[in-house]
């Protein structure tokens, strides 16, 4: 069975920091663009960051700036996004999907999506 399973969400302090991990069980994340979404209560899904699977080129939203960074091991078969400075505007369901380029998940071809994982931050 091909699965993606998030994990790494929490409740975090306004200022703190999160990384999110991203992996997959079933099939190979090598090949494949993989992005961080998330969704908020009431609010659209907002994509947040992709990174590219032959050069790993990484794009952010700019509602994250730099605050965000995505990475991936291959090795682990696993994809992770560090979350720092977090905000109570950060709070939200947040997943990881995966599609054959980036401009596949730009076009929302998504192959796969995960579960999702809560953040929470709050004092």
């Known amino acids: 069975q091909k699965q993606l399973v998030e994990s790494g969400g929490g409740l975090v ?13 079933g ?3 090598e090949h494949y663009a993989i992005a ?20 790993n ?15 991936r091991d ?8 560090q979350m720092d400075s ?3 505007e950060d709070t939200a369901v947040y997943f990881c999907a995966t599609a054959s380029a980036i401009s596949d998940i730009r076009n929302n071809e998504i192959e796969y999506w995960g579960q999702g994982t809560q953040v929470t931050v709050s004092a």
């Open 57 to 71: 080129s990484a794009y952010y939203a700019a509602s994250v700036g730099n605050r965000f960074t995505i990475t």
């Open 86 to 88: 977090l905000t109570s």
């Open 74 to 81: 291959n090795a682990k078969n696993a994809v992770f996004l």
């Open 27 to 29: 099939f190979s994340l």
């Open 36 to 55: 961080w979404f998330r969704q908020a209560p009431g609010k659209a899904r907002e994509g947040l960051s992709c990174i590219g699977s032959t050069d």
């Open 13 to 25: 302090q306004p200022g703190g920091s999160l990384r999110l991990s991203c992996a997959a069980s």
